[in-house]
């Protein structure tokens, strides 16, 4: 799980208290996975999908259910599958794929990058969403192109953000940086530059180099 | 080729003849490609071009006048705003995320607004009166978009007397823009938990007279172009994308809805109380450039019905807050608009200067650190002139995004130019490109 500690003399946690002084060591925890029921029609949503895929508690690492969204982590060798059956099965149809998002998790050894997937069902007006997390040193994923043909550009943007590489892509170039662009924006160990403003002899450093509360 | 001007000139490539032409130079470079075999010419179209609405670059393979292939080439217009945003408090993402898609700043805020009120769990404690202030805002922002859309679009296609009118009325909606949150674009006025400020006295009947004047007002675009044979002959049939198309590129918004589907999240899932409201959702069912334009022109009236509706509600709330109670979430201090823009009001100037050290401290602490937003992730989406602007954002607890994403419908859409263009003459292009409605800003952020 996500266990981040972060130190420092800003932030509270737990009280109220925003002195800055309250707590020196701050860990967030990410949504753990959800028991049954999950509520709503992600229940029905749910066996669905375990009927339609037998593999399902293999190649489903948890599901979440968090603030009224259902989340799917899926095993990444087994994401084309699961996919496949998520749009084609009738019961389920989700024939919309809103593109692929990513996120950098560097405290999250072997899983620091996460591919997101929001999913629309339109026949049902569903939504899921699929994420899968892989390692950096190992940052492959299947092109889900053949089932989306709208992916091609968000996989080119995380490719291009994040460094994750889609296996099966016609051309998975970068799309928002230039072409010989080094290394990969949107992950955290990517600093945000900018230039150190002056003002009457005083600097004001970049923004990524601030003092900040966490 | 004969010519001293050195922009203008050409030379071999591994890809074969290079030509930069710079215009005035034609009538060489057409004898020049004539006197060789080569019947395929690339053309690069943009990023700098007046039809390609804004950065945007086309690549064009051409056998003649048809376009053999089409690829688009994007990011001329990256900011890196996703990133900016992960150093900057969860308030100050509204000014950030306002300047992606930035004909449609209103929809960029309440998707991200949606958002954040999702992760706080206190979606349901936004009052009435700022949901119905969002919606009757977002309203006139299609307005205002849509006018954008209609207009250069004629204008791209030779009428320019559409994007005169248009323009007219994109004016009043700026006006009102200007009225409410002392800003004509990128207003930073939705915020998380409600809206900047309340509005100002007598707006509500102003509004009402600009509908009025709105309504009388689209007519001339509708007298100039619907059913104009020249206007038909240059958009009907044209950039042809049905719905099965649409469905695997992702489309959504007009372009998705001129295959007939009546997909508008606005009524499938709706935010903000649009359930709450009476309007039709349009469609056509040609799949062309013709039935994108009657869309976006009889959605305008849709908006007004929604705005008029708004103003009545507005009515019924005369005084009600704009904000959440909570008062660790809703920004402190109170803005006005004043003569020179928008600003602090003065009564909220004179409590934290002068009467109330708490306050001060509770200003300084919100708006410097923030609040805090529990950990987690959510994705909210709102329906935008151009589709369905989606937002994906992810929270470590802190005060800060950890990660926002958006997904932006003109992002998406635009990678239907192929579908659309292969096949095509090079001058239905243009039209092709202006139904989709691209604006750089989102596309690129």
Not at chain 2, 185 to 208: F, H, T
Not at chain 2, 254 to 272: A, F, H, I, N
Not at chain 2, 284 to 311: N, P, W
Request: aromatic share 8%; net charge negative.
């Amino acid at each position: 799980m996500n266990e981040e500690k972060a130190h420092g003399m800003f932030g509270a946690s737990g009280s109220g208290d925003t002195s800055g002084f309250g707590g020196l060591v701050r860990s967030s925890v990410s949504a753990g996975a959800s028991e049954r029921p999950y509520g709503g029609y992600f229940d029905d949503l749910a066996d669905d999908l375990e009927r339609a895929y037998p593999a399902f508690s293999d190649a489903i690492e948890r599901v979440v259910v968090d603030r009224g969204e259902l989340t799917l982590f899926i095993k990444r060798d087994r994401l084309f599958e699961v996919a496949k059956i998520l749009r084609d099965e009738p019961t389920l149809r989700f024939e919309m794929c809103l593109g692929v998002n990513g996120v950098h998790y560097p405290d999250e050894v072997g899983r620091e990058l996460h591919a997101v997937y929001p999913l629309l069902s339109m026949t049902h007006n569903r939504r899921v969403r699929m994420e899968v997390a892989v390692p950096e040193s190992d940052p492959h994923l299947p092109s889900l192109i053949e089932l989306w043909g709208g992916n091609n550009w968000h996989e080119r943007e995380t490719y291009d953000m994040f460094g994750i590489i889609f296996d099966g892509h016609p051309g998975l170039t970068r799309i928002l940086m230039p072409d010989d662009w080094p290394g990969h924006p949107q992950r955290k160990d990517y600093p945000l530059g900018g230039i150190p403003i002056e003002y009457k002899g005083a600097t004001v450093p970049a923004p990524s180099e601030r003092r900040a509360y966490r | 080729m004969s010519t001293t001007d050195s922009y203008a000139s050409s030379r071999e490539t591994t890809e074969g003849r290079v030509y930069s032409v710079t215009g005035g130079d034609w009538d060489s470079m057409v004898t020049e490609i004539g006197a060789t075999k080569e019947e395929r010419v690339v053309v690069n179209m943009g990023p700098q071009h007046p039809s390609t609405h804004g950065v945007l670059r086309l690549v064009l393979e051409l056998e003649g006048e048809t376009v053999t292939e089409a690829r688009s080439g994007i990011g001329y217009l990256h900011t890196g705003i996703e990133k900016n945003a992960e150093y900057r408090t969860w308030t100050q993402g509204v000014t950030f995320v306002t300047r992606m898609d930035y004909l449609a700043p209103l929809f960029n805020e309440a998707a991200y607004c949606l958002g954040v009120e999702k992760l706080l769990g206190i979606t349901n404690d936004v009052p009435e009166r700022a949901s119905v202030i969002r919606v009757m805002m977002m309203e006139f922002n299609r307005i205002s978009s849509h006018m954008v859309a209609l207009g250069t679009g004629a204008l791209e296609l030779g009428a320019l007397s559409p994007m005169i009118f248009a323009f007219r009325e994109r004016e009043k909606v700026l006006d009102i823009f200007e009225m409410i949150s002392g800003l004509r674009m990128n207003m930073a006025y939705i915020r998380p938990g409600g809206v900047a400020q309340d509005l100002p006295e007598n707006a509500v009947s102003k509004i009402r007279e600009t509908v009025k004047e709105l309504r009388h007002n689209f007519k001339d675009n509708a007298k100039m172009l619907i059913g104009n044979s020249i206007w038909i002959k240059r958009t009907k049939d044209i950039g042809y994308l049905d719905l099965a198309g649409c469905i695997t590129l992702g489309i959504t918004g007009p372009v998705l809805r001129s295959t007939g589907m009546p997909w508008d999240l606005r009524k499938t899932e709706p935010y903000s109380g649009y359930e709450n409201y009476n309007f039709d959702v349009v469609t056509t069912d040609t799949c062309d450039v013709y039935g994108r334009f009657l869309i976006r022109m009889q959605e305008l009236e849709q908006s007004l019905r929604i705005i008029e509706q708004a103003c009545d509600k507005l009515d019924g709330l005369q005084g009600a807050p704009v904000m959440v109670s909570d008062k660790k979430i809703a920004w402190p201090s109170q803005l006005s608009v004043g003569t020179d823009g928008m600003g602090n009001s003065l009564n909220h100037i004179r409590e934290i200067m002068g009467e109330s050290m708490e306050s001060l401290i509770h200003h300084f602490k919100l708006v410097t650190e923030g609040f805090r937003v529990p950990a987690g992730q959510v994705y909210s989406a709102v329906e935008s002139p151009r589709g369905e602007t989606g937002v994906h954002l992810v929270s470590d607890g802190g005060t800060r995004p950890y990660r926002l994403h958006f997904r932006e419908p003109s992002f998406n859409n635009l990678q239907s130019i192929s579908a659309m263009c292969e096949g095509s003459f090079i001058a239905d292009v243009v039209a092709a490109v202006a139904s989709i409605d691209p604006v750089m800003g989102g596309v690129d952020r």
